[in-house]
């Protein structure tokens, strides 16, 4: 199992990111939550087979990983590695995990399937289609005169 901290990450961010995980032939399942600080994600990842030390740091510089919690746990030698913190307590409030989506696929072969985990699934719904694929807009189209200079 991987885990990932996407911190100040944006929605398009995690969709396009999401898209290039499922390139790999590593990743059996890719569960995204956003973060108890909502301003990212925690992306929780497991493999068909189990993956190297090596290859698993490699693979999490490669997935955008935080790179001072990378650093601190390539430099560890303790049980304290990989931790993602489900909680934060901010002026005796709890904010939790709230678990978003759920890919998957039964085989290395098969083709993704996606669950929605969240209770808020109305609100998730209206962006199931923009984690599939990628965003069509590009930035030269929002622009008048194609994103060219009048001078």
Not at 98 to 112: A, G
Request: charged share 30%; net charge positive.
């Amino acid at each position: 199992m991987i885990r990932l901290d996407w911190d100040n990450c944006s929605f398009t961010q995690m969709v396009t990111r999401v898209i290039t995980m499922k390139k790999s032939n590593y990743p059996q399942s890719i569960e995204i939550r956003a973060s108890p600080s909502l301003d990212g994600y925690h992306v929780i990842i497991s493999t068909f087979d189990r993956v190297p030390e090596g290859i698993r740091f490699f693979l999490r510089s490669e997935w955008w990983d935080d790179p001072i919690r990378l650093k601190n746990d390539m430099l560890l030698y303790s049980k304290a590695r990989d931790v993602l913190f489900q909680k934060k307590i901010y002026k005796n409030i709890e904010f939790h995990e709230i678990s978003m989506f759920l890919y998957y696929r039964e085989t290395l072969r098969s083709t993704w399937k996606k669950k929605i985990l969240s209770k808020n699934q109305t609100i998730l719904n209206e962006f199931c289609h923009e984690v599939d694929e990628k965003p069509k807009r590009k930035l030269n189209e929002t622009a008048p005169n194609g994103g060219k200079n009048d001078l």
